[in-house]
């Protein structure tokens, strides 16, 4: 069995199929998220699963195209693999005809079986270069908008303080809660906002991430007339275009979270408001590792939110700061 397993020549089809995939899946993977120029590994996997998979055509002349496609598409990679955007923009299109490539061109030789599998197999990868894809274009589109220190923070009228829930579900601190509490209070002393805008969610009587963070800013000295409460933002999404429609504010300091200013100063920049971020003290890895992984899914759902021209669930009447 181990010799049959090493000797490539001997394997069979559908090992040749399974291990070609994979190839393919971490190929794409160290592409989208390390670059290509300075690393290897990305072009070994592509040349190994081009190995596996043309290895299983038997019809030569569709041997021959589907090695100068891989050989195409491998070079549309390797060349635009230090330019960021075009990167991205290429690898999608270019992996997805590679995966279609490669299943017309061994069709005939496997099973249906064999074919649907492929299919299945096929769908992590698309799902994970659209993951990647998103979050890389929202983290490379807002690198600069985002800061850390207080005192190189640009001053704006407005700090809008994106809500989230004082206590986890098991009634411990929510510490991304208390940190961006500490960076408000930090931000308002310092003179970089005047006003503070909290948008959260209210949509139930016991639920009141709002009110919640008014008494704790109250607490620590902000005057409460200088906050206002918006008890619609359901979504940022609904929070970034409230600010704008109900509230009238164009240019707008965005308080979270660094992955949660990077989404909201991107729905931001489609909204026609000046944005910049101030990055709260981020959680301990682990203890943030459910919500990080959360986040790739949420960036796909904004672009998707974003080209429906998705609205927030309730405007209602305007509210002027002075």
């Excluded at 794409?28 to 190995?51: E, I, M, Q």
């Excluded at 640009?154 to 700090?159: L, Q």
Aim: charged fraction near 20%; proline fraction near 3%; include cysteine.
């Amino acid at each position: 069995m181990a010799g049959k397993f090493f000797n490539i020549k001997k394997l069979t089809p559908q090992t040749r199929l399974v291990m070609g995939l994979l190839c393919i899946f971490m190929g794409t993977f160290t592409t989208l998220l390390n670059g290509a120029a300075g690393s290897l590994f990305p072009y070994l996997f592509f040349a190994t699963s081009l190995y596996m998979l043309v290895g299983i055509i038997t019809t030569r002349w569709v041997k021959y195209i589907t090695l100068a496609l891989y050989l195409a598409i491998f070079t549309i990679l390797w060349r635009f693999s230090d330019e960021i955007p075009h990167k991205l923009l290429f690898t999608m299109p270019c992996v997805t005809i590679l995966l279609a490539v490669t299943y017309f061109a061994t069709k005939r030789q496997l099973r249906p079986r064999d074919r649907r599998f492929m299919a299945i197999l096929s769908l992590p990868i698309i799902a994970i270069m659209v993951a990647t894809f998103s979050h890389r274009i929202v983290e490379k589109s807002t690198a600069d908008r985002i800061y850390s220190n207080v005192e190189k923070t640009p001053h704006n009228k407005v700090g809008l303080l994106l809500g989230t829930s004082k206590f986890l579900r098991s009634g411990i601190d929510n510490e991304y809660y208390g940190n961006r509490i500490a960076a408000t209070i930090a931000l308002f002393k310092a003179g970089k906002i005047d006003y503070v805008i909290i948008s959260g969610d209210n949509s139930r009587k016991e639920y009141d991430e709002p009110t919640d963070m008014k008494n704790d800013l109250v607490a620590a000295g902000v005057p409460a007339e200088r906050i206002y409460l918006d008890y619609a933002g359901f979504r940022t999404l609904d929070s970034v275009v409230r600010c704008k429609e109900i509230f009238g504010q164009k240019s707008i300091t965005i308080i979270s979270q660094r992955f949660h200013d990077e989404r909201a100063i991107y729905l931001a920049q489609h909204n026609d408001i000046e944005a910049v971020g101030f990055a709260a003290k981020d959680v301990q890895k682990m203890s943030g590792l459910k919500t990080k992984a959360r986040e790739y899914l949420a960036r796909v759902k904004m672009f998707i939110d974003l080209s429906l021209n998705k609205q927030p669930k309730f405007l209602g009447e305007k509210i002027a700061i002075p």
